[in-house]
Nanobody
Framework: QVQLAESGGGSVQAGDSLRLSCAASGRTLAAVAMAWFRQAPGKEREFVAS????????YYADSVRGRFSISREKVGHTVHLRMNSLKPEDTAVYYCAVQRVGAQGYDTWGQGTQVTVSS
């Protein structure tokens, strides 16, 4: 069983920055990709950013491209989401997810961390 634990959320002002972290623990993880999603109140969960584990190719939602950056630690399965120039519309619960080898899509999710951006 693999567990994901997010950290780094909080309440900030518009224009501020935050860095979220996601650490995987448990049995040995063979990952295809790790990603960040978010869900704002009353809205569906949406994709934010992802990184392919082999090669490190990154993908971003249009709404965050140029402001957010996903990165990984060189050892282990830890990813970060650096969020700059935060806007009130970035307010959401942010979830980390992993697509394990052999899985169809992201099959393991963290509990989420709240990010609140006030104007």
């Amino acid at each position: 069983q693999v567990q994901l634990a997010e950290s780094g959320g909080g309440s900030v002002q518009a224009g501020d920055s935050l860095r979220l972290s996601c650490a995987a623990s448990g049995r040995t993880l063979a990952a295809v990709a790790m990603a960040w999603f978010r869900q704002a109140p009353g809205k569906e969960r949406e994709f934010v950013a992802s990184m392919r584990w082999s090669g490190g190719t990154t993908y971003y939602a249009d709404s965050v491209r140029g402001r957010f950056s996903i990165s990984r630690e060189k050892v282990g399965h830890t990813v970060h989401l650096r969020m700059n120039s935060l806007k009130p519309e970035d307010t959401a619960v942010y979830y980390c997810a992993v697509q394990r080898v052999g899985a169809q899509g992201y099959d393991t999710w963290g509990q989420g961390t709240q990010v609140t951006v006030s104007s």
